[in-house]
């Protein structure tokens, strides 16, 4: 069964230093998605992207925090300058639009 | 926008015995429900998801009803089983409006007994 795979598992980074989450979207879906979860809490939604140009995004994905499709496979979330508060689990999840989201297992985020 | 409750925040259950959670959404354009179950280290799996179109949809043990006068819906697990045990998220999304971002609920963990 095709899945959302994401790189790295866990990620340990200092505050503002620069990190890239990877993810390889399900191939034949055109919707792509980052949600994060604090420990504890809710998973949140950050941004979808399809066509090559986000599509929506929450009042959490401020300029911090960019997305890139740089391949055909890759699915990549930038956050520029971390901050202790973005410590938490990230997930990626793609779609065909249509129906349901499939979500990887999630980067873990340790901000220092 | 949309804010998605969710109740109760744990459950617990003794095996063969049903479960029930509930959610409420407040953004009438809201028409597409899935249901999410989290174990532990992993991410969200989908188990059942609802349209507007429709109250009720049914997947063997798990079944889940809506309400869009009330603007809630619901799920229902019969005869739990250990491997119930898990987080399970609802959330809400206006899929058919053109965005698709999913709104969750706060979660509730479920413990089966056994």
């Known amino acids: 069964e095709p899945e959302v795979t994401q790189t790295p598992s866990h990620q340990v980074t200092q505050m503002g230093q620069e990190v890239i989450l990877r993810c390889v979207p399900i191939?034949?879906?055109?919707?792509f998605y980052w949600y994060r979860q604090i420990l504890g809490q809710k998973v949140e939604f950050l941004v979808s992207?399809?066509?090559?140009?986000?599509?929506?995004k929450s009042e959490i994905f401020d300029d911090q925090f960019s997305v890139e499709r740089p391949d055909g496979s890759n699915f990549t979330l930038k956050i520029r300058s971390t901050k202790l508060e973005d410590s938490a689990m990230y997930f990626c999840?793609?779609?065909?639009?249509?129906?349901?989201?499939?979500f990887g297992p999630g980067t873990r985020l340790t901000v220092l | 926008g949309e804010n998605v409750e969710q109740h109760p925040s744990t459950l617990s259950v003794q095996e063969g015995d049903s479960a029930v959670i509930k959610c409420t959404y407040s953004?009438?354009?809201?028409?597409?429900f899935p249901w999410y179950k989290q174990e532990l280290g992993k991410g969200p799996q989908l188990i059942i998801d609802?349209?507007?179109?429709?109250g009720e949809k049914k997947d063997q043990r798990i079944a889940v009803t809506l309400n869009k006068t009330a603007k809630h819906f619901s799920l229902h697990i019969t005869e739990t089983q250990p491997e119930d045990s898990a987080v399970y998220f609802c959330?809400?999304?206006?899929?058919?409006?053109?965005?698709?971002?999913?709104?969750f609920g706060s979660g509730t963990r479920l413990q089966v007994q056994p």
């Open positions: 999840a793609s779609s065909d639009g249509e129906n349901e989201q499939f």
């Open positions: 191939s034949n879906h055109l919707y």
């Open positions: 992207f399809y066509n090559n140009e986000i599509s929506e």
């Open positions: 953004d009438s354009a809201s028409n597409y």
């Open positions: 609802i349209r507007s179109n429709v």
């Open positions: 959330a809400a999304s206006p899929l058919y409006t053109g965005r698709r971002a999913l709104t």
